[in-house]
């Protein structure tokens, strides 16, 4: 156990953490990457892009094992990924909402 035996100190102005924070203006997150591609990550289109994004990634694994079913591609493809989101064209996002995305080939 760590014990805090120091007395407390009052500052008179507020401490200002502001100059030490360092913010890369260049720097791009992989999801902001991603969608720069404009390109589907399921069937490689360029046109219309969504994302589609699930709560918990290991819940969609567990809920297809439980099931006795074969996984989806884009559920293998969002766990390769490990990536909880899925840059979708609309086609195929919509497809993937009413359970009829397998008919075109997965890219990885």
Not at 45 to 71: P, Q, W
């Amino acid at each position: 156990m760590v014990y805090f035996n120091d007395s407390l100190k009052t500052h008179k102005q507020p401490m200002n953490n502001a100059d030490r924070l360092i913010i890369p203006t260049n720097a791009k997150s992989q999801l902001e990457r991603r969608l720069n591609a404009k390109q589907c990550e399921y069937c490689g289109e360029n046109d219309r892009i969504e994302v589609h994004h699930v709560r918990k990634l290991k819940d969609v694994i567990k809920k297809y094992l439980k099931r006795g079913n074969m996984t989806p591609k884009w559920a293998l493809i969002m766990a390769g990924l490990r990536r909880k989101t899925l840059v979708l064209c609309q086609d195929c996002h919509i497809r993937l909402h009413q359970g009829t995305l397998d008919g075109k080939t997965a890219i990885i």
